[in-house]
């Protein structure tokens, strides 16, 4: 019985992690057509967040509070370790095209204010459960979020617009009929990669949706059957899946240099803000449908430790970014501490209920 539920979960783990890549790929080709530090802070990462929202969204459901939260928690503590150790060991070292000796994150100051806030919030919010109120104040903060990405957007855009407009050299009249002929050429080369990216981006959601439900299935029988609480086992396996689109984006940019590096920061700290607002407020939505409207997702003593383990490891991991520069030293010790934190999983009281 223990193997067939191995199997299933392996089979469905697999199934999540082809959809991911496939979701991955989609959400890389649309991110083209818009500016890097927004796509990295929102497109990216509402895409690649998408198979933890369809796993939270079905555990919670179905009343696997554990599961839901425990997702969430688990892939703020790969990413903020393990995705960023990755990124950075790649973009420092040859595995790179243009290896960097540090990666400067100074422009990411308030993405770094917010996640920390966030978190902590999310933490103090925990202590008395989560209820409708706590849903709306998460949905709060990832507006204020989205509006803040927008803002700087519309700055970013404001500065480049002003310095193509001093170096443009108005007497090439020449140059300009060769541009304008080129981009008629382009249109619908243009058109058929962004129809591409739109059909493979729909596919691989369609696929997450679909092994979402089942894999959750599997992954409680897998729990009874080896005495591991599902809480661990969701925050140790589901961000495998789950946080397989990202992990891809982040080695795919990390190896394009200073700009795919930079993209890829933005997009782990606008995932793992978005984990602590918006994915946490489909959880309690998704159980106030489910058990109705004053259902309150209640903190148990497993989940007590891990929200206290993810909260301090975000804190851990965000503070040394204040120094501007971070690199491979960094990366190496973000490494140690998510093996500190697997390590540590298995020490916490497995508490099957």
């Not at 591409?196 to 439900?213: D, H, N, R, S, W």
């Not at 009874?224 to 689109?245: K, Q």
Request: glycine share 8%; net charge neutral; with cysteine.
């Amino acid at each position: 019985m223990a193997e067939n539920n191995l199997f299933t979960m392996l089979f469905w783990l697999g199934e999540l992690t082809l959809a991911s890549w496939i979701l991955s790929y989609g959400a890389e080709h649309l991110s083209e057509k818009f500016g890097a530090k927004f796509v990295g802070r929102v497109l990216l990462s509402i895409a690649t967040t998408l198979p933890e929202i369809a796993i939270v969204i079905y555990a919670a459901a179905q009343g696997s509070f554990g599961i839901a939260i425990g997702s969430g928690l688990g892939s703020n503590l790969l990413m903020m370790t393990l995705g960023l150790a990755i990124m950075l060991i790649i973009a420092t070292t040859r595995l790179s095209k243009a290896p960097l000796k540090q990666i400067d994150v100074s422009t990411f100051k308030n993405d770094m204010i917010f996640l920390i806030l966030a978190a902590i919030i999310s933490f103090v919010l925990f202590l008395d459960g989560f209820n409708y109120i706590d849903g709306f104040i998460f949905m709060g903060l990832f507006a204020g979020y989205i509006v803040l990405s927008l803002y700087e957007m519309r700055v970013e855009n404001k500065y480049k617009v002003s310095n193509e407009n001093i170096g443009k050299d108005t007497n090439n009249n020449n140059k300009e009929l060769i541009v304008e002929h080129s981009n008629s050429n382009d249109t619908n080369d243009d058109k058929k990669k962004f129809i591409k990216a739109i059909v493979t981006f729909l596919l691989g959601a369609i696929g997450i949706l679909f092994g979402a439900e089942p894999f959750i299935h599997s992954l409680e029988g897998l729990s009874v059957e080896f005495g591991i609480s599902a809480v661990v086992l969701a925050v140790i396996i589901s961000p495998i899946a789950g946080e397989m689109p990202e992990k891809i984006s982040m080695m795919i940019l990390a190896r394009k240099g200073a700009a795919g590096a930079s993209i890829a920061i933005a997009n782990v700290l606008g995932s793992k803000i978005l984990n602590n607002t918006l994915l946490l407020a489909v959880a309690v939505f998704a159980a106030m449908y489910s058990f109705g409207f004053h259902k309150v997702i209640e903190i148990t003593e497993i989940l007590y430790y891990q929200i206290i383990l993810v909260t301090i490891v975000t804190i851990v991991a965000v503070l040394p970014m204040f120094r501007k520069k971070i690199g491979l030293r960094f990366g190496m010790v973000l490494l140690f501490m998510y093996i500190i934190c697997i390590f540590i999983q298995f020490l916490f009281p497995q508490n099957m209920h």
